[in-house]
């Protein structure tokens, strides 16, 4: 088996944090990008290998997406992508402004696309073979919920990402997947459970097991994507959502 390296967008909180640490435990060297210093410095006290580097910071800089892909070739040559950094906006569509819909999809989308852009030159650069991409999305991007629009339109156009990319690279073996969950208990989830009382219980009509996942849930899939176990999954957009858009 391919020793796996990887790269995590977004590991400071939920999906993000839980996918780093059962990363390190399946053996991956992990390269983490956390946007809070908070966070970055609670998860650097937990961490007690030498298998992972961890870089404050935000993923829209141009620069400390450099500096962690020079570092990598000095440490251990990256392989894997996950893009899971991101954020909500729950507004009324015809308040959205052209600020904040440029925003949004500079957080979930154009710093992706750049990010993924760079790994795929770099990939080539160190001829790096059998690696594997995957992007979290969300069910919002698939089936749109209100208030949403914004978020739901950079989701939607991540899939397509994934799949188009999936197409143009498999000539090189270079997966690319997107993995689309519904409600997933994270940081917000006692928030949300307390202050909207009557939109949680909707959220569980709606999912026909009745109630939200872990963030396990959806790690554990990640790392089956990126292994070579997974070597023949490709362009696919699995959702982990209790049967949601089912």
């Not at 590991?11 to 390190?24: S, V, Y």
């Not at 006290?45 to 829209?60: A, E, M, P, Q």
């Not at 997933?184 to 026909?208: A, C, D, E, R, V």
Request: net charge positive.
């Amino acid at each position: 088996m391919v020793e796996k390296s990887v790269l995590i967008t977004g590991a400071g909180k939920g999906i993000g944090k839980k996918l780093l640490f059962d990363c390190l435990d399946s053996g991956f060297f992990v390269y983490a990008i956390i946007r809070s210093k908070s966070d970055y410095l609670n998860i650097k006290k937990k961490i007690k290998v030498d298998n992972c580097k961890l870089y404050l910071g935000d993923i829209r800089n141009e620069k400390l997406i450099n500096k962690i892909l020079i570092n990598s070739v000095k440490e251990k040559k990256i392989n894997c992508l996950v893009n899971n950094a991101g954020e909500r906006q729950r507004r009324d569509f015809l308040k959205i402004t052209k600020n904040q819909i440029y925003s949004i999809f500079e957080n979930n989308f154009f710093s992706h696309f750049l990010i993924t852009q760079k790994m795929l030159s770099y990939f080539k650069k160190y001829k790096i073979k059998n690696t594997s991409v995957v992007n979290i999305s969300s069910i919002v991007g698939m089936r749109g919920f209100s208030q949403l629009s914004g978020y739901a339109s950079t989701k939607s156009a991540l899939d397509g990402l994934t799949k188009s990319l999936a197409i143009e690279f498999a000539n090189k073996n270079i997966r690319f997947n997107s993995i689309n969950p519904g409600f997933i208990k994270t940081s917000y989830f006692k928030n949300f459970k307390s202050k909207n009382k009557k939109l949680y219980k909707w959220t569980l009509h709606k999912t026909p097991l009745g109630k939200w996942g872990d963030s396990s849930d959806v790690s554990q899939l990640a790392i089956f994507l990126l292994s070579d176990k997974s070597k023949y999954i490709n362009g696919q957009t699995i959702c982990i959502d209790g049967g949601w858009t089912s």
